[in-house]
């Protein structure tokens, strides 16, 4: 079988599948789809790097969590650009397919939701809480949220299942080759710190330091605008065009 006929079919059943299942379960389950989705998005995982990084300084989680991003931003957007893959909304007809969501504007394989969700997953399960059991409940929740990009219009079903598997190889580079890096780099950088660190508690300086505390705040509003930007300026765009 040819590459050309291969990636026909592929599509044609991309197509076939994302069709059948947008929208399905009507609205109740599409809220609680687009709720679940959001753990997929970078906002989470960028505000627990803060969090370790100026609350609760633990360099060996803020390496792990820190490498996860860092190779998923290099795997994906590169896999992204060489592929270059429309979102399904831009190739099926209205008609046939309809977004559920605010359109993401970047390209459609692989899905980054997928990877963040398996990869962080597997971290928290494995690093965070410590337990199989919880390995097992997040990967069961990282299907769910696959399927949600599915079902909400913005995915082909091979974008999260490409997603999903480079997820379980970003982790195993971030954890054995980049974490170690960036805690050497951590512990070289530790050695110039102007105040004691405290390590795995509640930084003081939070409570000590007022300058400190707007620090913190100003990275909480710049993560919290990020996550929302789109949301505010699809919403603004549309009371423009009312009026």
């Not at 109740?28 to 970078?42: A, Q």
């Not at 969700?117 to 965070?128: K, M, R, S």
């Not at 974490?179 to 710190?193: N, S």
Request: hydrophobic residues 55%.
């Amino acid at each position: 079988m040819e590459l050309k006929e291969f990636s026909n079919r592929i599509d044609e059943w991309d197509q076939k599948i994302i069709v059948k299942y947008n929208g399905i379960g009507g609205k109740p389950v599409t809220y609680i789809l687009k709720f679940l989705s959001f753990f997929g998005r970078e906002t989470i995982w960028i505000f627990l790097i803060a969090f370790y990084l100026f609350i609760w300084y633990d360099p060996f989680l803020l390496a792990n969590l820190a490498a996860i991003f860092l190779t998923g931003l290099l795997l994906i957007l590169a896999i992204k650009q060489t592929v270059n893959r429309s979102r399904p909304f831009d190739k099926l007809e209205k008609d046939k397919l309809k977004v559920l969501q605010i359109k993401p504007r970047s390209k459609s394989f692989p899905s980054w939701h997928s990877y963040n969700i398996v990869a962080y997953g597997l971290l928290i399960g494995l690093f965070f809480l410590k337990s199989p059991i919880m390995i097992i409940i997040m990967q069961v929740l990282a299907i769910i949220i696959s399927f949600s990009r599915i079902q909400l219009g913005v995915h082909y079903p091979s974008d999260v299942i490409f997603g999903y598997f480079i997820g379980i190889i970003g982790f195993l580079l971030s954890v054995f080759i980049v974490a170690p890096i960036f805690q050497i780099i951590f512990e070289y950088f530790e050695q110039f710190a102007l105040h004691t660190i405290e390590y795995r508690q509640f930084n003081s300086m939070i409570f000590e330091n007022v300058w400190y505390l707007v620090l913190w705040i100003i990275i909480c509003i710049a993560i919290f605008l990020s996550a929302t930007y789109k949301y505010i300026k699809n919403n603004f765009t549309k009371k423009e065009m009312r009026i």
